[in-house]
Nanobody
Framework: QVQLVDSGGGLVQAGGSLRLSCAAS????????MGWFRQAPGKEREFVAA????????YYTDSVKGRFFIFRDNAKNTVYLQMNSLKPEDTAVYYC??????????????????WGQGTQVTVSS
């Protein structure tokens, strides 16, 4: 059974940093592209960042480029999202996800097969 466990969320002031973690089990982690998405109240789930199975290629939505960094440790079956210079508009529930092996669309939510339970990030102004 595939399980993704998100952690690391919390309350932080604007300009602060957080690091999210996603621990995976029940799948061959090193074969999967991984992504982070977020969903704010009343809004649709949106793409934040993704990383290829090798860790070489990364992708970001424009609003987080230069502030957020995605990386992975395949030996630990874990993907991370380092979030710096946080803004109130980053407030959301953040979800990690594992992408379909045949997908070539890292930002497309429909191409992700497995999801974590989400972790709340709240940025105060």
């Amino acid at each position: 059974q595939v399980q993704l466990v998100d952690s690391g969320g919390g309350l932080v002031q604007a300009g602060g940093s957080l690091r999210l973690s996603c621990a995976a089990s029940g799948l061959t982690f090193s074969r999967y592209g991984m992504g982070w998405f977020r969903q704010a109240p009343g809004k649709e789930r949106e793409f934040v960042a993704a990383i290829a199975w090798s860790g070489i290629n990364t992708y970001y939505t424009d609003s987080v480029k230069g502030r957020f960094f995605i990386f992975r440790d395949n030996a630990k079956n874990t993907v991370y999202l380092q979030m710096n210079s946080l803004k109130p508009e980053d407030t959301a529930v953040y979800y990690c996800a594992a992408r379909n092996l045949g997908s070539s669309r890292p930002s497309f939510v429909g191409d992700y097969d497995y999801w974590g339970q989400g972790t709340q990030v709240t940025v105060s102004s």
